[in-house]
C-alpha cells in the first residue's frame, strides 16, 4: 500500500451501535488526524495525534475516542452511534504534528446512522 | 470565534481565468493551505503560503496578504478536471487546521 487506507468505504449502522473506523499509513508520519465533513461546513477535527501513545481532542470530540498504540494505525470509535453522526470521515496524517506540515488524507468512510 | 469565508460556488468556462477568494480570521496564523476536493474523493493539496506574495505552481497560483487576512487561488487555462470544490485553510496559534466550507467550481464548456 502507498499513502492512507480507510476501512470500511462506506457503512450503514443502526442507531445504538458500536463501530471502529479503521485508518492505516504507511509513509511513517508521526502525525495522524480524524476529521468529518458535512454539507455546507468545513472539514472539523475529532482527534488527533502528534505520536504514537498520545492523543488529543479537537473540535467536536464528544461520541467519539481514538487509540494510537503504533505509528501506522490510528481507529476512531463511535461507541453508541447516534444519527448526527451521519457524515463522511477522513483519516489524515503528516510528517510531524504541532507544526505547519502538509497533511495528507485519506480516501474517507461514508457513514450513515439510522 | 475563528471564521473562513469562501464562496460557496462559481462557475467559469473552459479555457478561461478563475480567482477564488478566501478571507480568515484566526488566533494567530502559521500558514495557509489550498486543496482540491473531487465529488466523492479525498482533499488533495494544492499549495501552501506563509509569507507575503504570490506562489505559482503550472496553472495554479496562490496568493497571500497577511495584513488583510486574505488569499486567493487563481487557475488559468480551465480545464473540465478542474470542476471541483477548493478548500481554503488556516494553521492557528495551536497548529490546528481551520477549514473553510469550501468553494465548487463548475466548469462549463
Known amino acids: 500500500i502507498a499513502g492512507i487506507t480507510q476501512a470500511p468505504t462506506s457503512q450503514i449502522l443502526a442507531a445504538g451501535r458500536r463501530m471502529t473506523l479503521r485508518c492505516t499509513q504507511d509513509?511513517?508520519?508521526?502525525?495522524m488526524y480524524w476529521y468529518r465533513q458535512d454539507l455546507g461546513l468545513g472539514l472539523r477535527l475529532i482527534h488527533y495525534?502528534?505520536?504514537?501513545?498520545?492523543?488529543g481532542k479537537g473540535e467536536v470530540p464528544d461520541g467519539y475516542s481514538v487509540s494510537r498504540a503504533n505509528t501506522d494505525d490510528f481507529p476512531l470509535t463511535l461507541a453508541s452511534a447516534v444519527p448526527s453522526q451521519t457524515s463522511v470521515y477522513f483519516c489524515?496524517?503528516?510528517?510531524?504534528?504541532?507544526?505547519?506540515?502538509?497533511?495528507?488524507f485519506g480516501p474517507g468512510t461514508r457513514l450513515t446512522v439510522l | 470565534g475563528q471564521n473562513i469565508d469562501q464562496p460557496t460556488e462559481m462557475t467559469a468556462t473552459e479555457g478561461a481565468i478563475v480567482q477564488i477568494n478566501c478571507t480568515y480570521q484566526?488566533?494567530?496564523?502559521?500558514?495557509l493551505f489550498w486543496y482540491q476536493q473531487h465529488a466523492g474523493e479525498a482533499p488533495t493539496f494544492l499549495s501552501y503560503?506563509?509569507l507575503d506574495g504570490l506562489e505559482e505552481k503550472g496553472r495554479f497560483s496562490s496568493f497571500l496578504s497577511r495584513s488583510k487576512g486574505y488569499s486567493y487561488l487563481l487557475l488559468k487555462e480551465l480545464q473540465m478536471k478542474d470542476s471541483a470544490s477548493y478548500l481554503c485553510?488556516?494553521?492557528?496559534?495551536?497548529?490546528?487546521?481551520?477549514w473553510g466550507a469550501g468553494t465548487k467550481l463548475i466548469i462549463k464548456p
Open positions: 489524515a496524517s503528516s510528517r510531524e504534528g504541532g507544526d505547519a506540515d502538509t497533511q495528507y
Open positions: 509513509m511513517r508520519h508521526n502525525a
Open positions: 495525534s502528534n505520536t504514537a501513545g498520545t492523543t
Open positions: 484566526t488566533s494567530g496564523f502559521n500558514g
Open positions: 503560503n506563509v
Open positions: 485553510a488556516v494553521f492557528d496559534s495551536n497548529y490546528q487546521l481551520i
